[in-house]
T-cell receptor, first 110, second 116 residues
Framework: QKEVEQDPGPLSVPEGAIVSLNCTYSNSAFQYFMWYRQYSRKGPELLMYTYSSGNKEDGRFTAQVDKSSKYISLFIRDSQPSDSATYLCAMSAGDYKLSFGAGTTVTVRA | EPEVTQTPSHQVTQMGQEVILRCVPISNHLYFYWYRQILGQKVEFLVSFYNNEISEKSEIFDDQFSVERPDGSNFTLKIRSTKLEDSAMYFC??????????????FGQGTRLTVV
């Protein structure tokens, strides 16, 4: 079983739709959970950071962590064409090393 | 807004040659990292560096790789004898010392290494 699994997509949604992304993981030691956005041939850009279980909201973005199910989600409300990118989940056990998912490519159609 | 900067953006090298990839982390950050992403694959951890020494490294980071903080601002990754399979995007990242292994890491734009 892979340490971090992420729905590969691709995902195509109309402008204004809610985008739902998720990852599952197998390592119960993971405590820190992140979502990065990556445009083609660019570096990952940190979007959301959460510690342990719970929800976190930042503007149009909501991150959810359910440690009991080993499942994390990112929701993008009122999606815009500029949200078109690859979204990467990443997580850490507190050892300063991030484990990434493979990424989900999202296209928001105008 | 502070950012991690990497140079060069693209490096082409012949197999067997040495390359040095350079990074300037965010100035108040204390932890530094290198990751790589082979085209079409996931981002993979290579090494973390703190207090002038390697704190953790992956199986990928073998004797061909080394890291150095030669002065107060730069952080470098050296590949001694490049192989075709080293072709990838290499990302430098840095994070503050927020304790308890907090890894809110900020990434640079990457160096695309092509080994021919």
């Amino acid at each position: 079983q892979k340490e971090v699994e992420q729905d590969p997509g691709p995902l195509s949604v109309p402008e204004g739709a809610i985008v739902s992304l998720n990852c599952t993981y197998s390592n119960s030691a993971f405590q820190y959970f992140m979502w990065y956005r990556q445009y083609s041939r660019k570096g990952p850009e940190l979007l959301m950071y959460t510690y342990s279980s719970g929800n976190k909201e930042d503007g149009r973005f909501t991150a959810q962590v359910d440690k009991s199910s080993k499942y994390i989600s990112l929701f993008i409300r009122d999606s815009q064409p500029s949200d078109s990118a690859t979204y990467l989940c990443a997580m850490s056990a507190g050892d300063y090393k991030l484990s990434f998912g493979a990424g989900t490519t999202v296209t928001v159609r105008a | 807004e502070p950012e991690v900067t990497q140079t060069p953006s693209h490096q082409v090298t012949q197999m067997g040659q040495e390359v040095i990839l350079r990074c300037v982390p965010i100035s108040n950050h204390l932890y530094f990292y290198w990751y790589r992403q082979i085209l079409g694959q996931k981002v993979e951890f290579l090494v973390s560096f703190y207090n002038n020494e390697i704190s953790e490294k992956s199986e990928i980071f073998d004797d061909q790789f080394s890291v150095e903080r030669p002065d107060g601002s730069n952080f470098t990754l050296k590949i001694r004898s490049t192989k075709l399979e080293d072709s990838a995007m290499y990302f430098c990242a840095s994070s503050e010392d927020m304790g308890a292994g907090n890894t809110e890491a900020f990434f640079g734009q990457g160096t695309r290494l092509t080994v021919v």
